[in-house]
């Protein structure tokens, strides 16, 4: 008898709400970056001119912490999530007992 080791209903939810907020990081940086007018619709000019004169480190900083995962990479949720699954006994000593 085999056994799956298939990741659980919590896994993919933590997962999909992980990507969504991965995507919301993503959409905020590229209306910031592209001055889109739904970006600036938000704000009033006083609040412009102090986003549009961020430092360039910081800048930076918003682009790494958005773009930077890579699938080799996974994020922290994701690997709490899988770290939440459990693991049965078959794959961890290698006999089904």
């Known amino acids: 008898m085999t056994t799956t080791n298939k990741p659980t209903i919590g896994f993919w939810m933590i997962a999909v709400i992980a990507f969504i907020w991965n995507l919301m990081g993503a959409y905020m940086y590229i209306i910031q970056k592209y001055k889109t007018e739904a970006f600036e619709s938000q704000?009033?000019?006083?609040?412009?001119?102090?986003?549009?004169?961020?430092?360039?480190?910081?800048?930076?900083?918003?682009?790494?912490?958005?773009?930077?995962?890579?699938?080799?990479?996974?994020?922290?949720?994701?690997?709490?999530?899988?770290?939440?699954?459990?693991?049965?006994?078959?794959?961890?000593?290698?006999?089904?007992?």
Do not use: E
């Open 43 to 97: 704000y009033t000019s006083m609040q412009l001119d102090m986003i549009y004169s961020m430092p360039a480190w910081a800048t930076a900083a918003f682009a790494i912490a958005v773009f930077i995962r890579t699938p080799s990479q996974p994020n922290s949720i994701a690997t709490t999530a899988s770290d939440a699954c459990p693991i049965p006994a078959s794959t961890i000593n290698g006999s089904f007992v």
